[in-house]
């Protein structure tokens, strides 16, 4: 469990900085994007973080 939290505080912020990179890149400016951006981001984590998890502990 503590290794799954680990893994989503690193990947959730990263996929949500990367996806907040993207809406500035492609020109929304505005909160609401930037936002949706944040939380798609770690909506996205959420699979990736179990699917790394499952494999780092064999």
């Given at each position: 469990?503590?290794l799954?939290?680990?893994?989503?505080?690193?990947?959730?912020?990263?996929?949500?900085?990367?996806?907040?990179?993207?809406?500035?890149?492609?020109?929304?400016?505005?909160?609401?994007?930037?936002?949706?951006?944040?939380?798609?981001?770690?909506?996205?984590?959420?699979?990736?973080?179990?699917?790394?998890?499952?494999?780092?502990r064999?």
């Open positions: 469990m503590f799954w939290i680990a893994l989503y505080a690193m990947g959730g912020t990263t996929l949500a900085g990367i996806f907040i990179v993207a809406a500035l890149t492609a020109g929304y400016t505005t909160t609401m994007p930037i936002v949706w951006a944040a939380v798609a981001g770690f909506v996205v984590a959420l699979p990736v973080v179990w699917m790394v998890g499952r494999k780092l064999g």
